[in-house]
């Protein structure tokens, strides 16, 4: 299984975006060759030789008010394909935060545990085996971080070690040259514009907020929900974080290696809830 990973906006109060997503696309290796194809040939038919164009310029407001009409072709056709597959999408979606987030040195931010928590109970429920991690690189520091709290998390706490199906060496790669890295970063804007414009709240009112319910909704389709017997917690595929980018380290996480269900203790569900 590959997992390909992007953020839409950052967490932190100096950033425009009111809600920060981080979003993961579960692929099966065997599906990527067609995939890219279909991503090659989509593109070459309305773009030509182009670039790679990035989500924050595919969608946007423009794209239906200017008729826009091969970013909108693109986008349409990249969230068709994907959900032509047996693919699997989660996201977790934060609120800006009032204040910087101080995350200690070799320290998994919040967002990226919820999402590979989300991709171990899915390969674990579909007995599936090791999912690789795949980011869209964004400099060699910021990326080095990442892979060290990753590789931190699942090797030195008892609880990460508890997780048997994240493949313990995340890669980042350039979505110029990894096509399907591009589903996460159209995606994740997708579910950054349903959110921003509060569209779980309300009906849209413009065209343009008609068009991102209708794609959420397809991106919608392809995520699991969660649900921990023992401890009667529903966590969504979608997950809404809010503020709170604080969660408890505490060696109270551990597993029977006979009952994967059981992975996680009803306190801790208590303390990621909003």
Not at 218 to 244: A, C, R, V
Not at 258 to 269: A, H, K, P, Q, T
């Amino acid at each position: 299984m590959l997992t390909f990973i992007d953020e839409s906006g950052y967490p932190r109060p100096t950033d425009s975006t009111k809600n920060p997503i981080l979003l993961g696309v579960c692929i099966h290796e065997n599906d990527i060759k067609p995939i890219t194809n279909q991503i090659y040939k989509l593109k070459d038919s309305i773009y030509g030789k182009q670039d790679e164009i990035k989500s924050t310029k595919l969608i946007r407001e423009a794209t239906i008010t200017k008729n826009r009409t091969n970013n909108k072709a693109y986008v349409e056709g990249m969230v068709d394909i994907i959900a032509s597959y047996d693919a699997a999408i989660f996201a977790v979606i934060m609120d800006k935060p009032d204040e910087p987030i101080i995350v200690p040195e070799h320290h998994l931010p919040k967002q990226y545990y919820l999402l590979l928590k989300k991709v171990e109970f899915y390969c674990n429920h579909h007995h599936y085996g090791k999912a690789m991690m795949i980011f869209d690189e964004v400099h060699e520091d910021a990326d080095r971080k990442i892979a060290e709290a990753i590789t931190g998390f699942l090797f030195k706490t008892k609880f990460g070690r508890s997780f048997h199906h994240i493949l313990e060496m995340p890669l980042f790669v350039s979505s110029a040259v990894t096509p399907a890295v591009q589903f996460a970063d159209i995606f994740a804007g997708i579910v950054r514009h349903y959110y921003e414009n509060e569209l779980d709240q309300k009906e849209p009112e413009t065209e343009f907020q008609e068009w991102i319910v209708s794609l959420f909704t397809k991106l919608h389709n392809l995520t699991e929900n969660n649900f921990i017997p023992k401890s009667h917690y529903l966590e969504y595929g979608f997950q809404k974080m809010g503020k709170n980018f604080s969660y408890p380290v505490s060696e109270k996480f551990t597993t029977s290696d006979n009952d994967d269900e059981n992975l996680l203790c009803e306190d801790f569900f208590n303390d990621l809830s909003e």
